[in-house]
């Protein structure tokens, strides 16, 4: 299932306000929807600066200071949208120094049909005085052990949260994520997670960034929080779009913007 509230047939997105650190989302019948970052622990206020939460229930980053970056799956299409709320700048939703904006257009992923390209822009009315996340532009860290962070649910059909959940998961080549997933699409999707499970993304955790250190020990973005079978299950790692393969494309979009 995709990982997002919007309880679409394929990705993550979030139900109600579920906040887990799963990898997964609603992809089509077979998958199962996910919860926020599941297995997590606290973030710490300021820990993550780039981080985002939307108003539809999904996660996302701050690719620019006034441009997120998110999942296909989380928007409806391209085009002028005012209907979405950016809140930023604290790991507490409901804390009075949350920063908002509201989006004026939104850039979903060309050719996107449900089924790989999964990422989007969204431009906001104004710039959030925060850090940005820098994407991948190569597969360099495509590797490794990755952080999530999100405000999905913290367990499978749970809740979202309240407060900002992070964890740690690794990578899992592509063969052994075909091997669990036959309709991974390779070279457009990252996979990430424990073999025995227990730490994942989940629903409500859509659009947000699983990222790691670059060789400056500075963050870098390398997926989008996409879609996955249930949150945290044995067997069954997160699924996250790839982002150095779309780098150009991010790029180029976001130019346009």
């Not at 979030?14 to 622990?41: C, K």
């Not at 052994?176 to 955790?205: F, K, P, R, W």
């Not at 989008?224 to 997160?238: H, I, L, N, Y």
Request: aromatic share 6%; charged share 25%; glycine share 12%.
């Amino acid at each position: 299932m995709k990982r997002s509230t919007k309880i679409s047939t394929t990705k993550r997105l979030l139900a109600a306000g579920a906040v887990t650190l799963a990898a997964f989302s609603l992809q089509p019948a077979a998958h199962a929807a996910p919860a926020p970052v599941v297995g997590g622990t606290p973030a710490e206020q300021g820990e993550f600066p780039f981080m985002v939460r939307l108003s539809m229930g999904c996660g996302g980053s701050l690719y620019a200071q006034d441009i997120v970056l998110t999942a296909a799956h989380c928007v409806d299409g391209s085009g002028d949208n005012t209907d979405i709320t950016a809140t930023a700048g604290v790991v507490d939703l409901d804390s009075p120094d949350a920063i908002t904006a509201k989006s004026t257009k939104v850039l979903q992923a060309p050719g996107y049909d449900g089924k790989g390209k999964d990422w989007a822009l969204i431009k906001l009315d104004k710039k959030i005085d925060l850090p940005t996340l820098p994407i991948a532009t190569d597969n360099k860290y495509d590797n490794g052990e990755f952080d999530i962070a999100g405000w999905g649910a913290d367990k499978e059909g749970g809740d979202q949260q309240q407060k900002l959940l992070k964890a740690k998961v690794p990578f899992i080549d592509d063969a052994a994520c075909g091997n669990a997933y036959s309709d991974l699409i390779a070279e457009e999707e990252l996979c990430a997670g424990l073999d025995e499970g227990g730490v994942d993304t989940c629903q409500g955790d859509s659009g947000g960034p699983m990222f790691r250190k670059d060789d400056s020990d500075k963050w870098i973005q390398v997926g989008v929080v996409s879609w996955g079978e249930g949150c945290a299950r044995p067997g069954k790692p997160g699924v996250y779009t790839e982002v150095s393969h779309f780098a150009a494309d991010i790029a180029k979009a976001a130019e346009g913007l």
